[in-house]
């Protein structure tokens, strides 16, 4: 059963730590993102990787850092350093970069933080 | 970054009615995509237009793009309660490596 997974659904963290959201894909796809979804808004990229082992800020990549060690795996940290991490968060995955390419979503974590 | 802005941002009709969306966007773009987001949870991809094509059907989905105008439009025929969701498009960004989505316009389907 091919997919992008998240886990996990819901997270509810204390200010001032560090979390690590989940994202694992089966599709063999090349190129990874992660976007930021602020209610009743669209879609903002964190960051994207285009290949294993290198990956690219996106539009509001502070805050919050990457890894790409593994071509399934593209997880994101949401560090102390985030000023509004309350958020739902959503990885997708494609077969290449760039808009001619459809992206494949996961179904999203919700992130809270008190 | 905001490339392509959809309008209006909520619609509201009767179920069995044309629902029709549109978005526009400011710099000359490759390919433009639509998805559906059902609430709280991942997009969905629908159907991408090339620059080049002026109207693309899908069952009950059509797109046209008219680059003169650089506007598209999503038009769902004989709506559903279960096309109630966000629609979204996506457009290229300078440098083509980045797809950048639009606030989107919630449709509300009412049975």
């Known amino acids: 059963d091919g997919g992008i997974t998240q886990s996990p659904k819901y997270l509810f963290r204390k200010e001032g730590q560090n979390v690590t959201l989940s994202c694992e894909q089966n599709l063999n796809h090349d190129a990874m993102y992660w976007y930021r979804q602020d209610p009743g808004q669209g879609l903002r990229l964190i960051y994207y990787?285009?290949?294993?082992?290198?990956?690219q800020k996106g539009d509001i990549a502070e805050g919050y850092s990457v890894s790409r060690e593994k071509k399934e795996s593209f997880p994101l940290t949401v560090t102390s350093a985030q000023k509004n991490p309350t958020a739902f968060y959503l990885c997708?995955?494609?077969?290449?970069?760039?808009?001619?390419?459809?992206?494949?979503f996961g179904p999203g974590t919700r992130l809270t933080v008190t | 970054s905001q490339q392509g802005e959809e309008d209006p941002q909520a619609l509201s009709i009767q179920e069995g009615e044309n629902a029709t969306m549109n978005c526009s966007y400011k710099t000359s773009i490759n390919n433009l995509q639509w998805y559906r987001q059902n609430s709280g949870r991942g997009l969905v991809h629908l159907i991408l237009?090339?620059?080049?094509?002026r109207e693309k059907h899908s069952g009950r989905l059509r797109v046209t793009l008219d680059t003169s105008k650089k506007s598209s439009s999503l038009l769902i025929t004989a709506s559903r309660a279960a096309d109630t969701a966000s629609y979204f498009c996506?457009?290229?960004?300078?440098?083509?490596?980045?797809?950048?989505f639009g606030a989107g316009t919630r449709l509300f389907v009412k049975a």
């Open positions: 237009i090339r620059s080049n094509e």
């Open positions: 990787s285009q290949i294993v082992n290198d990956f």
């Open positions: 996506a457009t290229d960004a300078t440098g083509g490596f980045k797809t950048i």
């Open positions: 997708a995955s494609s077969p290449g970069t760039g808009s001619s390419y459809e992206q494949y």
